[in-house]
């Protein structure tokens, strides 16, 4: 384990902005967490556990460690007929290990095929995409107590999840190190179809019963139809959780805006799509400095080069306060500002 000094993090976060940690680690193996808490700098400054760095806004220079989880990973840990148990350490790429997870037929997370991340920032976050959430195929997550120096694991049950939410962003934030996640997958060929957008793809293709493969496939060409790519525009994905509503209040706004895309949590709960409440607002496209709003996809913000993360910080502030004026909805970033 070594520890850098002042350190570059323009190569460890999509939106590629230019910032430096004090202190910068890489974490490859359970020795190097060991070796790293027993240092005690983690008691003595503050730190900032970094995987992919595609859900990050770095707004200035980070004053303490950036610890940089890069182990890597994927063991078979059971099977039968049906299902199959598969471990991935915390700092495997996601989009590879899904592609890898299609390729071997197993079920489960084609849906959230190319989306940016690793393993371990996946499950904190509880990703999802297309109908499906990352914590529906987790068993249990095993992680480094910063509190008393030991490994330990949770099952799914006690992880808390939610819409873009885990126990680690609330209870054991700073307090736990993700090193690896036990998923389990279906060797049957059942998938979810049920998303609109992927419907609509399906049915124009003929497609009446499809594979894992052609869910995975389609997935990728719709994300690759309207996302920028991180490594020709710097990015972190969607930026705003997309907001729940009552049913009272979606009433209200479809008097005035009867096209709003929404859907149905429980009888009284609806989500909207905080990408279209963006363009409706007049954003989509628009440029502001080195920073601005996707042209085909109003929920991601982006930059153009030689930018600061504080004008993503002031667009995402217009944004919201936009939002609020013309619907009553204060939008919240997906993002994480450091």
Known sequence: MQIIKNYSLKDYNTFGFDVNASSFVSINTENDLIELFQSGILRECTFFVLGGGSNVLFTQDYEGIVVHIENKGIHLVSEDDNRIIINASAGEVWENFVDKMVELNYGGIENLALIPG???????????????????????????????????????????????????????????????????????????????????????????????????????????????????????????????????????????????????????????????????????????GAVGVHAKQALILVHYGNGVGQEIVDLSNQIIEDVNKKFGIILSPEVIFV
């Open 118 to 288: 690793y393993c371990g920032s996946c499950a904190v976050q509880n990703i999802g995409a297309y109908g499906v959430e990352i914590s529906d195929t987790i068993i249990s997550i095993r992680y480094f107590d910063l509190i008393s120096g030991t490994f330990k694991n949770i099952e799914k049950a006690n992880c808390n999840y939610g819409y873009r939410d885990s126990i680690f962003k609330h209870a054991l934030k700073n307090n736990a190190i993700i090193t690896d996640i036990t998923f389990g997958f279906t060797k049957k060929s059942t998938t979810n179809s049920s998303y609109g957008a992927l419907n609509k793809e399906l049915d124009k293709l003929g497609i009446i019963n499809p594979t894992i493969q052609d869910i995975a496939t389609i997935v990728k060409e719709i994300r690759q139809s309207k996302l920028p790519n991180v490594k020709e525009l710097g990015n972190a994905g969607s930026f705003f959780k997309n907001p729940y509503i009552s049913k009272l209040q979606l009433i209200k706004l479809q008097q005035n805006y009867p096209d709003l895309i929404c859907y149905p949590i429980d009888e009284t709960t609806f989500k909207l799509a905080a990408g279209q409440l963006i363009e409706l607002c007049g954003w989509k496209g628009k440029a502001v």
